[in-house]
């Protein structure tokens, strides 16, 4: 076959020619070359003629420096050669020779010889590296060092010559290539650094506590202690079984409950919850007597199992939990506000917050009121009009004085009487 090792100068391009030298020897074949003092057992000089059929069969011919022999140099726009030595290149495998051309530009050569190319090696150094990039061809290419050319190249490979090679043969310039970095690698390279730079202060010098290791670790530390403080509540749950704590706990719930009997504290949170613990666990909001004691009441006329949130009058849930009428706010009605709003109130005329639609609905059909679960008719009244009755059947004078009795109340409402619903006595 007829290869082709193209390069510029200082490319590596003998070093690679005498390593393929090289492993031809090891396979028993002669190598003949004109490549200075390659000082090597099996490697002879080309004939006088630099004739390769002179050669045996089955030998290996370099000529380095190709373009430097005569029969091989470019001759212009002549296509056909007409010398022997390179028209018998069309049938040189017939004798089973292998013909290595070694130049820098394959332009330097005859277009007849690179017609006859099957490989063709170009090499490049780039930078003054101690390598070079091989690219390979199956033909020979006129620009190897092209964009499109490399894109097209059947392999690509790196190529480091064995610093030994080059005591086998004395090269034909002198190596002076330095390593020389581009200055945009330098740039690349500070940019880098940068980069890293502020990975790491925000990694381990902010304070940010979704990414910095401090911030995590600290956020450890503290999940550790909250598991702490659990365990210590547990521990303190235990001995708040012991009697001090017990008398601690009802002296706090009594305070709830003489608290949360006034209307001005019925929206207050703890009294929110010390009711909705009532209903929970089914107990009664009974009656302190003046002894301090608390029952049922004496003029109680009976008490539902249902549970009542004034807020909600229009809600009702059966549930086993007694609530006593004397001490509970009952929702009485809506009045409308001078800016337009609807209020709730309670039936000793207490501000009652309670949802936007159950005035809206109450003033809608005054008719439609919230059946009242606790009304009772208290055991004074009933028997006053007892008396009343039986004083006006039988003297009509003690009725009037009777009638004298009674107070009118002047209405001084402030509000059209259409916007009120009358209130539950």
Request: hydrophobic content about 30%; proline content about 4%; glycine content about 6%.
């Amino acid at each position: 076959m007829l290869f082709l090792i193209t390069g510029k100068p200082g490319s590596f391009k003998t070093a690679k020619t005498a390593t393929l030298a090289l492993q031809y020897l090891k396979e028993g074949r002669s190598v003949y070359t004109n490549i200075d003092e390659f000082d090597y057992e099996g490697v002879q000089k080309l004939p006088e003629n630099n004739d390769w059929r002179e050669t045996p069969e089955g030998s290996v011919v370099i000529y380095d420096e190709a373009q430097q022999f005569d029969f091989l140099q470019y001759k212009g726009r002549e296509k056909l050669s007409s010398d022997g030595r390179v028209k018998e290149l069309e049938v040189h495998r017939h004798t089973g020779h292998d013909i290595i051309l070694v130049t820098q530009s394959p332009t330097f050569l005859h277009n007849h010889v690179l017609s006859l190319v099957g490989s063709h090696y170009h090499l490049h150094r780039a930078y003054g590296r101690g390598f070079a990039d091989v690219f390979l061809w199956r033909y020979a290419v006129t620009m190897p060092d092209s964009t499109g050319a490399k894109n097209k190249a059947e392999s690509h490979e790196k190529f480091k010559p064995d610093s030994k090679i080059f005591d086998k043969y004395k090269s034909t310039t002198l190596d002076t290539h330095k390593l020389k970095i581009p200055p945009l690698y330098y740039k690349l390279g500070g940019f880098l650094i940068l980069v890293l730079a502020i990975i790491g202060y925000v990694v381990f010098g902010s304070s940010n506590p979704y990414i910095s290791v401090k911030a995590i670790l600290g956020n450890k530390d503290k999940l550790a202690h909250q598991d702490e403080i659990l365990k210590n509540g547990k521990s303190q749950q235990v001995l708040s079984s012991s009697p001090a704590a017990t008398t601690t706990t009802n002296q706090q719930s009594t305070d709830l409950d003489l608290q949360c009997r006034k209307a001005e504290n019925l929206n207050k949170p703890e009294c929110v919850k010390w009711y909705d613990d009532l209903t929970k666990n089914k107990n009664s909001v009974a009656v302190r007597n003046e002894s301090g004691s608390f029952s049922n009441g004496s003029n109680s006329v009976g008490s539902a199992d249902i549970t009542y949130d004034p807020a909600k009058p229009y809600a009702s849930k059966l549930e086993n939990v007694h609530y006593t009428v004397s001490s509970m706010p009952k929702f009485s009605g809506c009045l409308k506000t001078q800016t337009g709003e609807y209020r709730a109130y309670t039936e000793q005329g207490t501000y009652l917050k309670t949802s936007k639609s159950v005035c809206d609905r109450l003033m809608h059909d005054s008719a439609d009121r919230p059946y009242d679960y606790f009304r009772q008719q208290n055991q004074q009244q009933l028997q006053a009009q007892q008396l009343s009755d039986i004083k006006s059947s039988s003297n009509k004078d003690d009725s009037k004085q009777s009638d004298s009795n009674v107070v009118l109340v002047p209405d001084n409402s402030v509000f059209p009487p259409k916007d009120i619903t009358k209130p539950t006595i």
